[in-house]
């Protein structure tokens, strides 16, 4: 089975702080994306990757970066956390050339305080 | 650009019962995917059901159906003999195919709740 990981489930951090969250998949996946979940709001893509070191922005990047340096290895950073940027993250990947579905991990709920 | 949306904010249904959960979306592409997701409360999101466009034929998947309109850009999920482990969000998904982009745009999400 595929296994898309995010690091941590619930991370409290504070205005300002540095943030990275993490995503790793074990499905050799080119294609990994970012979204924020916000109630009443859906999913919104903040950024994906199409293959490792290359990356493009979703609906919502500002104040977002994320780093794909290797293929298993997708990580979302807040720059300077603020506490709009309070939401559920949810990683997931796909196979590039003949995947369909997106799978995905079991999400973060960030904190900013 | 594409958009999918779910009217529904919430639904119930009895245990044992039928439930359509609707989902509408806006497209000029002619080959695209059509997801139902489901998130529990564990959170991980699960693929319910997909569908590709150029496939006539609705999908099914045990319990779980689809209602694929493409004129009418209607793309409904049917739940028969609810389960109380049905209860959960669920969300409607459209990907470009082969040739488009590689995001998915996903609806606002219904919650279902099943009443014993």
């Known amino acids: 089975d595929v296994k898309v990981t995010q690091s941590s489930r619930y991370l409290v951090k504070r205005t300002g702080e540095k943030v990275f969250l993490e995503c790793v998949q074990d499905m050799d996946h080119e294609n990994m994306f970012w979204y924020r979940q916000d109630p009443g709001l859906g999913l919104r893509l903040i950024y994906f990757?199409?293959?490792?070191?290359?990356?493009e922005k979703g609906d919502i990047p500002e104040g977002y970066s994320v780093s794909r340096e290797k293929k298993e290895r997708f990580s979302l950073i807040l720059e300077s956390a603020s506490t709009n940027q309070t939401s559920m993250y949810l990683c997931?990947?796909?196979?590039?050339?003949?995947?369909?579905?997106?799978?995905f991990g079991q999400g973060t709920r960030l904190t900013v305080v | 650009a594409q958009t999918v949306t779910q009217s529904q904010p919430e639904m119930s249904v009895q245990e044992a019962e039928t439930v359509t959960l609707s989902c509408t979306y806006d497209?000029?592409?002619?080959?695209?995917?059509l997801f139902w997701y489901k998130q529990p409360p564990s959170r991980q999101m699960i693929l319910v059901i997909r569908?590709?466009?150029?496939?006539?034929q609705n999908a099914t998947e045990n319990r779980f159906s689809v209602n694929f309109q493409k004129a009418a850009k209607s793309f409904s999920l049917k739940i028969s003999d609810s389960q109380l482990g049905d209860a959960a969000m669920y969300f409607c998904a459209y990907r470009s195919g082969p040739s488009g982009t590689y995001k998915y745009i996903f609806g606002t999400g219904t919650r279902l709740k099943v009443l014993a």
């Open positions: 569908q590709e466009a150029y496939k006539q």
């Open positions: 997931a990947s796909r196979h590039g050339d003949w995947g369909t579905e997106a799978f």
């Open positions: 990757s199409y293959d490792v070191k290359m990356k």
């Open positions: 497209t000029s592409e002619s080959d695209y995917y």
